[in-house]
């Protein structure tokens, strides 16, 4: 059977290219890119539902049970042509953004949430979103972003986390208040703090709040933290990858939770 689509100057083609790169087309269009049959499960199965789907059957290895109609066939060179990934699975969708406030969040007795403050990199963001997955936090709060938290680079970073944990894009003075309502402590990672994430008790409701590698958190959430903590650094470098440090005390706080 012949591909749906054969030509690279196909206006759907240049659509998903331009969308692939233009952060402030997919917020106009409310659209964004889903590729990879992993990530698509998950946007499927979160229940999202793809304005369209495209595939390469060349590619394809594992299909997807959805109605044929829906999906159209690309070949080969088309969809290497779209794809955002090396090794391309053949399997790429449109789907509209979620939009998600504080308002849909629903928390546990004692909520664990993860406040991200101007991350910039997609990969960091990605790697925040699958540690909050695998710990099953409570909520993301995506604050101050300086990437779009549908970029097509940190969906595929998070390996589709982006659609199993509750997420929300706010400023961060609303996310204080929100948190201050829902009588959450913030902590603060910093390395100019004097004590040591894992000398703090995690089992309280508690929102920590990260910042950016080179910058760290703002004079906002320093201020506003009940608790400051550090991870030791006994080298040269005096902080870690962001997503990293994220996750150190994001476990800490699920030993801790676990083990009462």
């Given at each position: ?9 196909n ?140 970029n ?18 706010v ?44 910058e ?18 006994m ?26």
């Open positions: 059977m012949n591909p749906d689509i054969t030509s690279l100057q206006p759907k083609v240049k659509y998903i290219v331009k969308l692939r790169e233009d952060k402030r087309l997919r917020q106009k269009d409310g659209v964004m890119l889903v590729e990879g049959y992993d990530e698509l499960i998950l946007a499927l199965g979160s229940g999202l539902k793809p304005q369209s789907l495209l595939t390469a059957p060349e590619l394809v290895s594992r299909s997807i049970d959805i109605p044929s109609a829906d999906v159209t066939t690309v070949s080969r060179a088309v969809f290497e042509k779209i794809s955002y990934r090396d090794n391309p699975d053949g399997w790429l969708g449109i789907f509209p953004i979620p939009k998600t406030s504080l308002d849909d969040l629903k928390l546990s007795a004692s909520p664990f949430v993860i406040v991200a403050e101007s991350v910039e990199k997609p990969g960091n963001l990605g790697a925040i979103l699958r540690t909050a997955d695998a710990a099953h936090v409570d909520a993301l709060l995506v604050c101050d972003p300086r990437v779009d938290l549908w097509p680079n940190v969906v595929r970073a998070s390996r589709g986390a982006v659609f199993t944990t509750p997420t929300v894009e400023d961060s003075p609303s996310a204080l208040d929100w948190l201050r309502r829902g009588k959450m402590r913030v902590l603060a990672a910093t390395p100019s703090a004097e004590v040591l994430y894992t000398s703090v008790d995690l089992n309280q409701p508690i929102a920590m709040a990260v910042g950016t590698e080179d760290g958190l703002t004079d906002f959430w320093m201020r506003n933290a009940d608790i400051k903590v550090k991870i030791p650094m080298g040269k470098v005096n902080s870690l990858n962001v997503s990293i440090a994220t996750a150190l005390i994001t476990y800490e706080a699920v030993r801790q939770r676990n083990r009462k």
